[in-house]
């Protein structure tokens, strides 16, 4: 591995899918996920996550997420939660959510393997 690495995340192209029917809750939307880079001793991914416009269901992994761009909503536990370009959002594992997304979302991901 080389020692030092560097990725433009402004220039990673995320192919999006529908959302599987069961988990859309309005609109018609898409997501989309690429694997950046691992840390494979420390069992960390990393990546960059896309939903465009919509509203989704989720059942959340242990994540913490920053937002790089767009704006949505997250309820979880009868709060509402706003996230925007710069935000640093850490989600429990488990935690049941809904996802709304007013503006294309595009965040940087940290998950365990």
């Not at 988990?23 to 691992?38: F, K, N």
């Not at 059942?59 to 009868?78: C, K, N, P, Q, W």
Request: no cysteine; glycine share 10%; charged share 20%.
């Amino acid at each position: 591995m080389d020692p030092v690495s560097i990725w433009h995340l402004a220039d990673v192209t995320v192919v999006h899918e529908p959302v599987h029917p069961d988990e859309v809750v309005a609109g018609s939307p898409t997501t989309g996920a690429v694997t950046v880079t691992t840390l494979d001793g420390l069992g960390v991914e990393a990546g960059v996550w896309e939903m465009s416009v919509g509203a989704v269901r989720d059942v959340e992994s242990e994540e913490a997420f920053l937002v790089l761009g767009g704006r949505a909503t997250i309820e979880a536990d009868g709060a509402t939660f706003e996230v925007r370009p710069g935000d640093l959002v850490r989600l429990a594992e488990g935690t049941k959510t809904v996802w709304t997304v007013s503006e294309p979302l595009r965040k940087l991901y940290v998950t365990g393997l």
